[in-house]
């Protein structure tokens, strides 16, 4: 096994990672435009030698599913021309089968002015290459492209199966991808959301939380500007109403800890927050003359990786509910307040998973360090092999800074780190034939 494991890892240091990663930041794939990456996907996965797979969610059938949730463009357009592409590479028998998984999709890049380089261009300086995507989350794509490639170019067989899954929609709900995948029977004795994440090797995430959305329309009364004293301003109201939702967002903040959320911050050096309540939209008016005649606020309440969503939502409801009846005008003209398209439940996979041990002593192994267990605080496509797959899954990569930035960028080491880590797991818990 080790001449083996030592072949392996020497062609995946020859394999090219980073022009790999390059190719896919260079084709911009924000939510709902992923067709031409995916694309590229095929024709890499083919490369490797993996029997390959598109399919298209059907929109009718996947919205059956309690777990589904999708963006509105994708309820209105459906998933044509947005497959999610599958890449096999059968064993020999006899050992355990893996499926490795990430996302095509990537969030906009927002205003140009922002990034100093280009965001599509792939650019390298030193140890990093720039681009979006290139942290969140195409490096995860590159890495296991790369990994399949070093297995194929070793002559090496494994004993269980291999899996690579490229999906799309992660960032905004999963629906249409990784949960159709699940529907549509994807299963393993283990899975890897390659994605690389802060404090890389240094700790293997074993959960994630989840998330609710919302929509709070608050009332007032219409009325000219001139006689605003004789009128109910519906903004001011729904600052109240704002305020009553950052006292329970501080509230949870506290009282609301989960060690293997809060460690994977203090790996990173970031302050430790395992839930988060935020309004993220306000919308009011329709004229400076006019007073609104309502304010809307949307935003989305974290659920912790041990609680419910329907116990988080109870919380929120009677909240709002107490608040406005301690408000002479909300107490008689209440609120209206609305769980929209957003829905994402938060998952654990056993820690004392063999799986999970597996990954745990790889990752100690190939950096040379301790390896905790930890879990993240948003959400991820982790849920769906874990609640409705039956399949124990973990994000294992290395260092990698947030993504969703400007100038949002990977580090090459890392990125070759991933390999090197990835090709150790997948012998070690496929088995060489």
């Known amino acids: 096994m080790k001449d083996v494991l030592e072949k392996v890892i020497s062609q995946g240091r020859r394999t090219d990672v980073v022009s790999l990663l390059q190719e896919l930041v260079r084709i911009p794939s924000p939510t709902g435009e992923e067709e031409a990456v995916q694309t590229l996907v095929q024709e890499r996965f083919a490369d490797a030698g993996l029997e390959v797979e598109a399919f298209e969610a059907n929109l009718e059938e996947v919205r059956e599913h309690p777990a589904f949730s999708a963006p509105r463009s994708s309820l209105e357009r459906g998933y044509a021309g947005r497959p999610n592409v599958i890449g096999r590479m059968r064993g020999a028998g006899g050992g355990r089968s893996l499926l490795l998984f990430c996302h095509a999709d990537t969030v906009p890049p927002g205003p140009r002015s922002a990034w100093t380089r280009d965001p599509f261009g792939g650019e390298v300086e030193g140890n990093r290459l720039y681009g979006r995507g290139s942290g969140d989350a195409k490096s995860g794509l590159a890495v296991m492209v790369a990994c399949a490639r070093a297995l194929k170019a070793a002559g090496v067989r494994l004993k269980g199966d291999l899996t690579l899954l490229s999906t799309v929609e992660e960032e905004e709900g999963g629906g249409g991808g990784m949960l159709a995948c699940v529907l549509r029977g994807l299963r393993a004795d283990g899975a890897v959301y390659t994605h690389m994440k802060p404090g890389g090797l240094g700790g293997v995430d074993i959960g994630s939380g989840g998330d609710v959305s919302f929509r709070i329309t608050v009332p007032g009364q219409a009325g000219h500007k001139g006689s605003a004293h004789l009128f109910v301003?519906?903004?001011?109201?729904?600052?109240?109403?704002?305020?009553?939702?950052?006292?329970?967002?501080?509230?949870?903040?506290?009282?609301?800890?989960?060690?293997?959320?809060?460690?994977?911050?203090?790996?990173?050096?970031?302050?430790?927050?395992?839930?988060?309540?935020?309004?993220?939209?306000?919308?009011?008016?329709?004229?400076?003359?006019?007073?609104?005649?309502?304010?809307?606020?949307?935003?989305?309440?974290?659920?912790?990786?041990?609680?419910?969503?329907?116990?988080?939502?109870?919380?929120?409801?009677?909240?709002?509910?107490?608040?406005?009846?301690?408000?002479?005008?909300?107490?008689?003209?209440?609120?209206?307040?609305?769980?929209?398209?957003?829905?994402?439940?938060?998952?654990?996979?056993?820690?004392?998973?063999?799986?999970?041990?597996?990954?745990?002593?790889?990752?100690?192994?190939?950096?040379?360090?301790?390896?905790?267990?930890?879990?993240?605080?948003?959400?991820?496509?982790?849920?769906?092999?874990?609640l409705y797959g039956d399949t124990p899954t973990i994000m294992f990569g290395g260092e990698c800074p947030r993504g969703h930035i400007p100038d949002e960028y990977t580090h090459i080491d890392e990125l070759q780190l991933s390999v090197d880590g990835l090709l150790h797991l997948i012998l070690e818990w496929c088995g060489a034939a």
């Open 233 to 386: 301003n519906a903004i001011g109201k729904a600052e109240y109403i704002h305020a009553a939702l950052r006292e329970l967002d501080a509230q949870r903040g506290e009282a609301v800890r989960e060690p293997l959320v809060e460690k994977r911050f203090e790996i990173s050096g970031l302050a430790p927050r395992t839930v988060n309540l935020v309004v993220t939209v306000i919308r009011a008016g329709v004229s400076i003359g006019q007073l609104p005649a309502e304010c809307v606020l949307e935003g989305v309440a974290g659920v912790a990786p041990r609680e419910s969503l329907d116990e988080v939502k109870k919380l929120v409801e009677d909240h709002v509910a107490r608040a406005a009846g301690a408000d002479p005008w909300l107490r008689g003209h209440p609120p209206r307040l609305e769980w929209t398209e957003r829905r994402a439940e938060p998952c654990l996979t056993d820690p004392g998973h063999p799986f999970v041990k597996t990954a745990l002593s790889v990752a100690e192994r190939v950096t040379g360090r301790p390896c905790q267990r930890q879990a993240l605080n948003g959400t991820t496509d982790m849920r769906f092999p874990v």
